[in-house]
C-alpha cells in the first residue's frame, strides 16, 4: 500500500498536467527508499523500479509498458490496471454491472476474479523480498540502470526526449542544468 505522500504528490503531478512516467516515478521513488530504509531488499534495481511501477498501476496511474516489454510484462501491467480500476468501482451499480459481467464470462474466470488473496503467498514474498540486499537501490546500481535502459533507446528518441526536457525545464532549471553540465564537461577534461 502506498503512502498518502506518495499518492499525493502523484495526484500533484497528474493535475499540473504531467506525465504518466512522471506521475509513477513518485511510487518508484518511494520504493527506492523502501529500499534504502531496509524495509524489504530487491534483487536488482530493475525489479525495484518494477515493484513502484506496479504501485503506480494499482494506484490508478495510467502508466503503460513500452512496446518492446516482454508478454509477461504487458499481461502484469493490464493485471495491475485491471486491480486500480476495481478498486474504484464501489457502489451498487458497479457491483451489478461486474456480476452481470461474470456470469456472462467462463466459470474459471468468474473464480479468479473473486478468489481471495492467499495470505501465505503474500507472506512469502514479503519474506523473499527481506532476505534480498539493499545495494540494488544504491547511486552506483540506479546509474547503471538507466545507462543501460537509454543505451536501448535510438539515438533519436533520446535526444528527443532532451529537446523536451529542456523545453519543460524552465529558465531556472535550463540555467542549473547548464552549470551542472559545465561542471561536468571540466571533471571529465582534468
Not at 71 to 92: C, L, P, Y
Not at 178 to 187: F, I, P
Amino acid at each position: 500500500m502506498p503512502e498518502k505522500k506518495t499518492t499525493a504528490r502523484a495526484q500533484k503531478d497528474k493535475r499540473e498536467g504531467k506525465s504518466a512516467s512522471t506521475q509513477a516515478g513518485e511510487y518508484v521513488r518511494e520504493e527506492i527508499d523502501h529500499v534504502r530504509e531496509g524495509k524489504h531488499g530487491a534483487r536488482s534495481a530493475r525489479q525495484a523500479i518494477a515493484i513502484g511501477l506496479s504501485k503506480a498501476r494499482r494506484a490508478g496511474v495510467k502508466a503503460k509498458p513500452s512496446k518492446t516489454a516482454s508478454k509477461a510484462t504487458k499481461k502484469k501491467a493490464a493485471q495491475d490496471s485491471r486491480a486500480a480500476t476495481r478498486k474504484r468501482s464501489s457502489g451498487t451499480a458497479a457491483k451489478k454491472s461486474t456480476t452481470r459481467k461474470r456470469a456472462s464470462t467462463k466459470k474459471s474466470t468468474a473464480k479468479k476474479a473473486t478468489a481471495k488473496k492467499s495470505s501465505a503467498r503474500s507472506r512469502a514474498t514479503t519474506a523473499a523480498l527481506k532476505r534480498e540486499g539493499r545495494s540494488a537501490a544504491s547511486k552506483r546500481a540506479l546509474s547503471a540502470q538507466g545507462h543501460k535502459a537509454a543505451a536501448k533507446r535510438s539515438a533519436s528518441s533520446r535526444s528527443a526526449s532532451a529537446k523536451k526536457a529542456a523545453r519543460t525545464k524552465g529558465a531556472a532549471g535550463r540555467k542549473t542544468a547548464a552549470k551542472k553540465a559545465a561542471r561536468t564537461r571540466s571533471r571529465k577534461a582534468s
